[in-house]
């Protein structure tokens, strides 16, 4: 079963942020991106904190047909400070205004509640920033349970 609850005018905050960006990745590379993260982070011995939290910024189709984004990946740690020679690192990170949506169900699936973000902005002539945000409270293989956010203006 597929849990999808929207909440408008969510604002999501983030401190001690430990960070690592990626430019024009292909969209199939991204797991990749994301598996490497966690075992960076994970044999770096950092003390985190909280959920891992993932931003897609808007989609570039490349000449070739290659689906781009651009992909940053998050987590928030103790000693955040400590990592600025490896990851950019913020204080605070705040998106003040956003849709949240909070998805529970197959890892498969999860592109149904990205199309039901964006068919809720459009129906509510609501302009985004772009990104969707993702914050992985639970990344199984199998059953996922996040919440997505689109920050809009």
Known sequence: MIELSIIEEEQ??????L????QAIALDKTDEKFRAFISQTGE???????PLVTI?????????????TDYTLLTQAHDYQEHQE????????????????KYKGPAEL???AHA????Y???????????VITVLINDGREYIEADIFKPVV
């Open 86 to 101: 490896h990851y950019i690192t913020k204080d605070r990170l705040e998106f003040p205004k956003c849709v949240a949506l």
């Open 12 to 17: 999501l905050i983030l401190k001690k942020v």
């Open 110 to 112: 999860i592109h149904y």
């Open 116 to 119: 039901k973000l964006d068919i």
């Open 19 to 22: 960070m690592k960006k990626h």
């Open 56 to 68: 897609h910024h808007e989609l570039k189709l490349h000449d070739d047909g290659t689906l781009l």
């Open 121 to 131: 902005t459009h129906d509510h002539d609501l302009q985004t920033t772009g990104e």
């Open 44 to 50: 770096s011995h950092i003390q985190k904190f909280g």
